[in-house]
């Protein structure tokens, strides 16, 4: 386990929590954090780089691949069914509410995004290959389960590896373009596209971090660390896809970097404290439980607190309200997702 690495995943997990709460506070109003979308792509680069690196020259046979990725899925999803059934909960309820209430749902029960089509498609982890449903973020790993086959048979099959992998980014990169471009048919295909794009210079990453001799520089690290974060905050002024073209490649590079870093070095310690590299171990979880707590949370604000909502849909608490119930959001959320690893994730690994 690289330690610094960890720290990023349970960082950039909160990062999501507050891209998603929308509450008009200081910490949210942050670029940082309305564009905090990117930092899914992170996840992808860095899932490309440590599954490489776990696995690179492990799958040498059918069986083998078949142990991989049913690791994968045991991963990925035992929680992503039970947030799935946590939504499907929240439709039931909708349809309770809009038949006994004055109240009616922004979107229909089962309607919407949330049909009974992408029920199915949850289900088989398929949802992500087109667009978003339900557990918003479970997107992700829809599209991400699916990019470990993709890696696994590369490994397995094909001897000139490198060239393939490189073609793929190379794929990826022309539906961004013709996309760019006017080319409407690719909108929904640029959700799995972000992934294969990210997971695989994630492992050219890897094979560059194998080949080369280590520079360990805790000054290039943070360099590359501020500029990953400068381009997030600045993305929104990237024209359309190449956001999602050019951040990842400094994400490589910090993960690069990083990932070299002696361990007796400054930035070393800081990346590698026990509360943000237990984050981390918790990330998952976080990224996974959180969506279904904002929408229960939201309604409990608007409906029972009646608190009002701005034109972008952010929630106006009264001062120091807000970061209050921010902070203990976070909390609450940071304490179910520990429970989840504790007695459900690790039943599965």
């Known amino acids: ?86 939504f499907v909960l929240i439709e039931l309820i909708k349809i309770i509410v809009n038949n006994y209430t004055n109240l009616q749902s922004t979107y229909m029960p089962f309607g919407g995004f949330n049909n009974v ?4 498609a949850n289900v088989f982890l398929l949802h992500g290959w087109y667009g978003w449903s339900f557990n918003l973020p479970s997107w992700s790993i829809s599209t991400e389960f699916y990019t470990y086959l993709i890696f696994g048979i590369i490994i397995l099959f094909f001897n000139k590896k490198l060239i393939l992998i490189k073609l793929l980014i190379l794929f990826s990169l022309s539906i961004f373009l013709a996309n760019n471009l006017g080319f409407k048919i690719f909108d929904n295909f640029i959700y799995p596209t972000r992934c294969i794009y990210s997971f695989f210079l994630g492992v050219l990453t890897y094979i560059v971090f194998k080949k080369t001799e280590k520079i360990s520089s805790s000054l290039y690290s943070l360099i590359a660390i501020i500029l990953s974060l400068a381009l997030i905050y600045y ?45 981390g171990s918790i990330s998952y979880g976080i990224y996974m439980i959180h969506f279904g707590f904002v929408w229960f949370f939201r309604q409990f604000s608007r409906f029972i607190l009646d608190i009002k909502t701005d034109e972008r849909d952010f929630l106006l608490f009264n001062q120091y309200v807000g970061e209050f119930m921010t902070v203990t959001f976070v909390i609450i959320v940071i304490f179910f997702s520990h429970l989840s690893l504790k007695y459900f994730e690790n039943r599965f690994r």
């Open 117 to 120: 089509y992408s029920l199915v």
């Open 235 to 279: 993305s929104d002024l990237f024209y359309m896809n190449f956001k999602f073209i050019i951040v990842p490649l400094f994400f490589s590079i910090t993960i690069f970097f990083c990932s070299n870093l002696q361990i007796n070095s400054l930035l070393y310690k800081i990346l590698s404290n026990k509360f943000t590299v237990y984050l």
């Open 1 to 86: 386990m690289i330690l610094p690495l960890e720290t990023f995943r349970g960082i950039f997990a909160l990062i999501i929590v507050f891209h998603h709460l929308k509450i008009d506070t200081f910490i949210q109003n942050s670029r940082l954090i309305i564009n905090g979308e990117l930092v899914v792509d992170f996840f992808f680069v860095l899932s490309g780089f440590v599954i490489s690196l776990n696995y690179f020259n492990k799958i040498n046979s059918k069986k083998d691949l078949i142990n991989f990725q049913k690791k994968r899925f045991l991963r990925l999803y035992p929680l992503h069914i039970l947030t799935l059934l946590l």
